[in-house]
């Protein structure tokens, strides 16, 4: 098992990956009050020009084909998904860094698994989330569509141009916990269960400190 902090970018970045959200996941459900808190704290790392921390992802690594790696997430598929939907939004209607967005941060150029796409959701969101990532009209009902529109108007209502809230996401700060399909690595679901016990939010250097233990 490795822990560490990581900037948002930089495991986003991370080139040939597919961050792929289990079939026993849940979900996408986030609602309107987890992404408000999401784009406040944008505004408040724009506004603050600091490094500010979002939450941990925990994930089991795999090689996938074409030298490709497979990140099976096991807890923070929420979040990424909805960091997601925020960049895509930002890069929809900043055109001076939309292919930069999307070439590093939401896509695998050099990779045709997925459809290209470094996010790979659960079979309910699947046909709304590339939708959303082609620029295609979806007209059912959907936490992915509703959220991505929610995150254009926040950004158009903002008054903050959007080159600037790009750069601030630079400032989005997470933990990583990476097990591997060893056997003697820790058991996935102990550590999630460990990470919601206790409901109480831990800091980066905490959370880093205690899995690291």
Not at 65 to 90: E, N, P, V, W
Not at 126 to 141: C, Q, R, S, T
Request: net charge negative; hydrophobic share 35%.
């Amino acid at each position: 098992m490795k822990a560490d902090s990581i900037n948002l970018f930089d495991f986003l970045g991370n080139g040939k990956t597919i961050f792929e959200i289990p079939v026993f996941q849940r979900n996408y459900e986030w609602g309107k009050p987890q992404c408000e808190q999401l784009f406040n704290d944008l505004l408040t790392a724009e506004k603050e020009d600091q490094d500010h921390f979002i939450g941990a992802v925990v994930y089991v690594t795999d090689s996938g084909k074409k030298m490709s790696h497979i990140y099976r997430i096991i807890d923070g598929q929420q979040r990424l998904m909805s960091l997601t939907l925020l960049l895509k939004a930002i890069s929809d209607i900043d055109a001076e860094n939309k292919d930069e967005i999307e070439e590093q941060y939401l896509t695998n150029k050099y990779l045709d698994a997925n459809n290209h796409l470094k996010l790979k959701p659960v079979d309910h969101d699947a046909d709304a989330f590339f939708a959303v990532m082609n620029g295609k009209e979806y007209n059912n009902p959907s936490k992915v569509v509703e959220n991505y529109n929610y995150f254009k108007k926040r950004i158009t209502d903002s008054g903050i141009n959007t080159p600037q809230l790009y750069e601030a996401m630079n400032h989005f700060a997470m933990v990583y916990i990476e097990l591997t399909n060893d056997p003697g690595d820790e058991n996935p679901q102990i550590i999630f269960e460990s990470l919601n016990s206790t409901g109480v939010s831990l800091s980066a250097s905490k959370l880093s400190n205690l899995l690291c233990k």
